[in-house]
């Protein structure tokens, strides 16, 4: 049997997701069914310790909320594997939620290069104002590291907090060192790795299960859903207009011939068909009380519909 020994008592704290895992120390002796069963085995964990994080991202929700509510930003920063999960999140909601970039803005070691290829040497040295978009009062910055130590995310969160902003940070060690520039600490405890220090693998997936629940609750708290459906998104390609017939001949109970013409009325923007249906108000009018109210749907049909806001 191997060893499973880490660094001896007295030496560096060693987070977590460093550590090597007892189970898998006879990793490459194991044939291909076993060596996934395992792999399995330690994936099945991972919803486990976002649950037990749950009431941090509750917090952390409700944080964001009221930065946008005030007109600030969300920033997330992260590097490696974690840092293009963070801005993967970040690109996505813009096509489903029909946010504009700027709302919740990603910021990844090395830069937009780096989303495509390797640029590890980039999370040594805090972010670069020259090159970046500084979060300043007002905004909610997030750090995105398993660690919890990489200098790229601590730079980021301390230079966030020296302007004023609201800072936290998503780890997997409670003992973070980055932690200490956090007002609010999001611990993923998905321990140990199959392979150890990969934290592509369960951190990877805790945060990418964490980050989802996050900026899907800050879009339904911010009125970007009409009941479970996406209302938000402008219909661009065939997908997304079936999908926006779909959507709006489920919300306005009308045909999907009707859902159709209004839509391209609308010039495929789902929200502001979404409101003239319910409301008959022409498209240039739900267009603009649309966006009278922070292009919420629901509160668009209240105002047109005369109830208070």
């Known amino acids: 049997m191997r060893t499973t020994s880490d660094p001896a008592p007295g030496t560096a704290h060693l987070p977590p997701t460093e550590a090597r895992h007892p189970l898998s120390t006879e990793l490459d002796t194991l044939d291909t069914p076993a060596l996934l069963r395992l792999i399995n085995d330690q994936d099945a964990t991972v919803a486990g310790a976002v649950r037990a994080a749950l009431p941090q991202l509750e917090q952390l929700v409700e944080a964001a909320v009221d930065a946008l509510a005030h007109g600030g930003r969300v920033h ?26 700027e709302t919740v803005v990603a910021h990844l ?20 104002v020259a090159e970046d978009d500084p979060p300043v009062a007002g905004d909610l910055v997030i750090g995105v590291t398993a660690s919890g130590r990489t200098p ?63 900026s899907t609750a800050l879009m339904v708290r911010t009125g970007r859903t009409w009941s479970n459906l996406m209302v938000a998104a ?25 859902a159709a013409d209004c839509l391209d009325r609308c010039a495929g923007e789902t929200a502001t068909a979404l409101v003239a249906l319910s409301t008959g108000a022409a498209p240039e009018r739900a267009r603009a009380v649309l966006a009278d109210h922070g292009g919420r749907p629901f509160a668009a049909v209240r105002a047109l519909a005369g109830e208070p806001r």
Do not use: W
């Not at 070691?109 to 972010?127: V, Y």
């Not at 609201?166 to 980055?178: H, I, Q, R, V």
């Open 76 to 101: 997330y920063y992260g590097a490696g594997a974690g840092g293009r999960i963070a801005l993967g999140d970040a690109l996505e909601l813009g096509p489903t939620y029909g946010i504009g970039p």
């Open 234 to 258: 402008s219909a661009r390609n065939g997908k997304l207009r079936a999908r926006a017939v779909r959507t709006l001949v489920t919300a306005c109970q009308v045909t999907p011939e009707q």
């Open 152 to 214: 790229y995310v601590l730079g980021a969160l301390a230079r966030a907090r020296a302007a004023g902003a609201a800072t936290a940070l998503l780890s997997g060690d409670p003992a973070a060192t980055a932690a200490a520039h956090a007002d609010l600490h999001v611990v993923l405890a998905t321990g140990p790795e199959v392979v150890t220090g990969s934290t592509r693998m369960k951190a990877g997936t805790a945060q990418k299960l964490a980050l989802n629940a996050f």
């Open 109 to 128: 070691a090395g830069g937009s290069r780096a989303a495509g290829r390797t640029a590890e040497h980039a999370e040594d040295t805090a972010p670069d």
